[in-house]
């Protein structure tokens, strides 16, 4: 199976700062599809972004960006002008070739008034 | 659109007996879906995918006698966890997938297991 690596359990930004959560992947697939999702206090999954790895180009979601490093096997989540809606555990997943969702740890992002 | 009910949304049982919990897509026909479970703090574990009409296919150290999955319709699929154990108490998650959007799932709002 394949394996989804958060190295950042926790993290804190100031409100209307940015952060950028980590996420690296290891996988032998070269088709797939890589997700941040956010689960607030309600533990309602929601998705904030996803990505093709065939496409080049980072996927933008309005103040959500990434940044797609297929080679290096890295998925960075970048949160601009950070709100206090914000703050919720953020999952990294992996999408495999067979339609099977891989979660990463999670890294709980605080945001500071 | 792609609505993702739970029901229940907790429940409290005792040890030995067996639980439920359906997931149902509201809007939309779910060609597969996916339960998870999730401990405090932890992440999302995968446990089993089915697809409409067959059997579930579980993840390695899910136990299939423990945890039956039934997919009897594309707007349904049940779990139900049978003489359950405290070691059991969990919080459940179900997705969904539909056939043109393949590349997303969609997430019930999830179930609250306590085995007394």
């Known amino acids: 199976a394949q394996t989804v690596t958060q190295s950042q359990p926790e993290m804190s930004v100031q409100e209307a700062e940015t952060v950028t959560l980590s996420c690296t992947y290891d996988?032998?697939?070269?088709?797939?599809?890589l997700f941040w999702y956010k689960q607030p206090p309600s533990r309602q999954m929601i998705l904030v972004i996803r990505?093709?790895?065939?496409?080049?180009q980072n996927a933008t979601e309005n103040r959500f960006s990434v940044n797609f490093q297929k080679a290096a096997k890295s998925f960075s989540l970048k949160i601009s002008d950070s709100q206090l809606g914000d703050a919720a555990m953020y999952f990294c997943?992996?999408?495999?070739?067979?339609?099977?969702?891989?979660f990463g740890t999670g890294t709980s992002l605080t945001v500071i008034p | 659109g792609a609505v993702v009910s739970q029901h229940p949304s907790w429940v409290i049982c005792k040890s030995g007996t067996s639980v439920k919990i359906e997931c149902r897509s509201l809007?939309?026909?779910?060609?597969?879906m996916f339960w998870y479970r999730q401990f405090p703090k932890q992440s999302l574990m995968l446990m089993a995918t089915?697809?409409?009409?067959?059997?579930?296919?579980?993840e390695q150290g899910v136990e299939k006698d423990k945890f039956l999955i039934n997919h009897a319709s594309l707007t349904l699929s049940t779990l139900t966890v049978t003489s359950a154990h405290p070691e059991d108490s969990s919080f459940y998650i179900c997705?969904?997938?539909?056939?043109?959007?393949?590349?997303?799932?969609?997430f019930g709002p999830g179930t609250r297991l306590t085995v007394l």
């Open positions: 997705s969904a997938s539909m056939m043109r959007r393949a590349n997303e799932q969609f």
């Open positions: 996988t032998s697939e070269s088709d797939y599809y």
């Open positions: 990505q093709e790895a065939y496409k080049q």
């Open positions: 997943a992996y999408r495999s070739t067979g339609n099977q969702f891989y």
């Open positions: 809007d939309f026909q779910a060609t597969t």
């Open positions: 089915s697809n409409e009409g067959s059997k579930a296919t579980y």
